[in-house]
């Protein structure tokens, strides 16, 4: 029922910024609470960032906080994650999820029932 798309992955050095954009398709995106998860590269997926329906309640991982943000624009049906600080852990590839029956921000990975394809962020020390 619905796409997501990622965007916005490169490589930065550390201490640099990126924003990560997430567009998906279809006419209920501003039903579905959105959140951010990454995996790095032999490890377990992990959860970063997640958001309400309106964006009014938001949760983050605690290595995270004070240095990512995640944000949306129902009207653009697109989800952003806006990335300062960035330290050599944070790299991984970073996926967006809709979770199609929210009751809050979920953390729990398997609550999400459509992902994108990813997008890779490298930081370089």
């Known amino acids: 029922q619905v796409q997501l798309v990622e965007s916005g992955g490169g490589l930065v050095q550390a201490g640099g910024s990126l924003r990560l954009s997430c567009a998906a398709s279809?006419?209920?995106?501003?039903?579905?609470?959105m959140g951010w998860f990454r995996q790095a590269s032999g490890k377990e997926r992990e959860f970063v960032a997640a958001i309400s329906t309106s964006g009014s309640r938001t949760r983050y991982a605690d290595s995270v906080k004070g240095r990512f943000t995640i944000s949306r624009d129902n009207a653009m049906n697109t989800v952003y994650l806006q990335m300062n600080g960035l330290k050599p852990e944070d790299t991984a590839v970073y996926y967006c999820?809709?979770?199609?029956?929210?009751?809050?921000?979920?953390?729990?990975?398997?609550?999400?029932?459509?992902w994108g394809q990813g997008t890779q962020v490298t930081v370089s020390s």
């Open positions: 999820g809709a979770d199609r029956t929210p009751l809050f921000p979920s953390s729990w990975e398997k609550e999400y029932d459509y």
């Open positions: 279809g006419r209920t995106f501003s039903t579905y609470a």
